[in-house]
């Protein structure tokens, strides 16, 4: 399996611009999880989804944020309008069970 | 507000001795417990979870819970230089996973 599937793996913008990542799981994974890590605040939970329905979003931390699963092999995860304090590493990750989760390589964003 | 705490480190060991890595947790009903390991620029990889009190060994790491302290660690024995990474305690409620910042770990050969 090539594992899960993250686009872009870098992303430059500048303030004020909407940025779309997007993630591809680990097929027949019922749970896709998006985290945001940045030095200060370590790894973070932003949302997830069980059988393409979110669960979780208390961690989306603004209306910026919004992050879709069309279906079982696709989400995406929106920012507009971007911020330089968005700038992280956003990490996809995916999961038959929650416990077993599967990180993939990660996008790393940086908002000029 | 819920927190997993970790000492950030770096923690430094020789080679072949036994690493300690440590996290308490601030929430009692938490469920499940987790490390993971993470190589510099690389994604999280999970080491291993464990839901109850007491010791669980998987090779060379061995995780140990005491909920009555609200504690969980994870020995590495015999360190190699290939354990070099930051290792991430999380924890798990009903729903929410809340990621400690991560203990950096330097085995030194």
């Known amino acids: 399996d090539a594992g899960v599937i993250q686009s872009p793996r870098h992303e430059v913008t500048e303030m004020g611009q909407e940025v779309t990542l997007r993630c591809k799981p680990i097929?027949?994974?019922?749970?896709l999880f998006w985290y945001r890590q940045t030095m200060m605040r370590g790894l973070e939970l932003l949302i997830y989804?069980?059988?393409?329905?979110?669960?979780?979003d208390s961690g989306m931390p603004e209306d910026r944020f919004s992050a879709k699963m069309p279906n079982a092999s696709f989400s995406t995860l929106k920012i507009q309008p971007s911020e330089p304090r968005d700038s992280a590493v956003y990490f996809c990750?995916?999961?038959?069970?929650?416990?077993?989760?599967?990180f993939g390589p990660g996008t790393r964003l940086l908002v000029l | 507000q819920k927190e997993v705490e970790q000492n950030s480190g770096p923690l430094s060991v020789p080679e072949g001795a036994i690493a300690s890595l440590n996290c308490t947790y601030s929430?009692?009903?938490?469920?499940?417990f987790f490390w993971y390991r993470q190589y510099s620029g690389k994604s999280p990889e999970l080491i291993m979870f464990?839901?109850?009190?007491g010791d669980k060994e998987d090779g060379r790491f061995t995780a140990q819970l005491n909920k009555a302290s609200q504690y969980v660690s994870l020995l590495v024995r015999d360190s190699q230089p290939s354990d070099s990474a930051t290792y991430l305690c999380?924890?798990?409620?009903?729903?929410?996973?809340?990621f400690g910042t991560g203990t950096r770990l330097k085995v030194l050969a």
């Open positions: 989804f069980n059988n393409n329905v979110p669960i979780d």
């Open positions: 097929s027949g994974h019922d749970y």
């Open positions: 464990i839901y109850s009190n």
């Open positions: 999380a924890v798990k409620d009903t729903y929410k996973y809340i």
């Open positions: 929430d009692r009903g938490s469920q499940s």
């Open positions: 990750a995916s999961s038959i069970l929650p416990e077993t989760q599967y």
